[in-house]
């Protein structure tokens, strides 16, 4: 049964909507996260400890943490496969170019494929960044966050990536948010309105959420 629905083109986009929630879900709790920068080196610091003791006592050291890490790689495989059997069965369909120009989409929706490869190499980068260390442009310490975080947007190349990344956020949640609702049976007529509102807010308050930190480096406001 569950190969039969993930096979449907119906199941794929379920799999991409239900990923894409999860994934929406811990950009939000990340953005908050990562604002904590603004309240000083020891707020964000000592979060980054709480995270390896959450769920503690019951769960041991990190083991609260690594658990979200499997949930976030397996949505972000189910979403990042999906969309692309998802690409190649609408390339396959429509194997020559339409007579007549279809209608003009939106700029998110156009970019979409796009802004999901690029948001890929995004994450890469960021993890060997400041979770590995291992291009980390300054002297990586661990459990350091804020000093962390200086030394990557204390760099041109960081700032351009970092910034880019988050556009390309944005927009992919703009589209995003509404097509989830669509594929989940909860948009309509009447809510359609409601939704693409709810989703161009989360995609400008994600987006601005997660500029502010670079930008607070930039402007010397986190220092």
């Given amino acids: 049964m569950a190969r039969t629905v993930w096979d449907s083109s119906v199941g794929k986009k379920t799999v991409m909507a239900v990923s894409g929630i999860v994934m929406l879900l811990y950009l939000v709790a990340h953005m908050i996260g990562n604002l904590k920068i603004f309240f000083g080196p020891e707020e964000i610091n000592h979060y980054a400890r709480w995270l390896r003791t959450m769920g503690g006592p019951v769960l041991h050291y990190e083991w609260g943490l690594w658990i979200a890490r499997v949930v976030l790689v397996v949505a972000v495989v189910a979403h990042a496969t999906s969309a692309y059997q998802l690409s190649r069965r609408d390339i396959k369909a429509r194997p020559s170019k339409y007579v007549h120009k279809k209608p003009s989409a939106s700029y998110a929706t156009r970019t979409m494929r796009w802004g999901g490869i690029i948001l890929g190499l995004f994450i890469v980068w960021h993890i ?21 975080i200086i030394d990557t947007f204390s760099t041109w190349y960081g700032n351009v990536t970092y910034i880019v990344a988050m556009l390309a956020l944005g927009l992919h949640i703009q589209h995003g948010f509404w097509s989830a609702a669509q594929t989940l049976g909860v948009g309509s007529r009447t809510r359609d309105r409601v939704l693409k509102t709810v989703g161009n807010a989360l995609a400008a308050l994600l987006t601005l959420g997660f500029i502010a930190v670079p930008v607070g480096v930039m402007t010397g406001l986190v220092s």
Avoid at 128 to 148: A, E, I, K, R, S
């Fill in 128 to 148: 060997l960044d400041l979770t590995t260390g291992t291009v980390h442009p300054g002297g990586y310490q661990h459990l350091h966050p804020y000093q962390n």
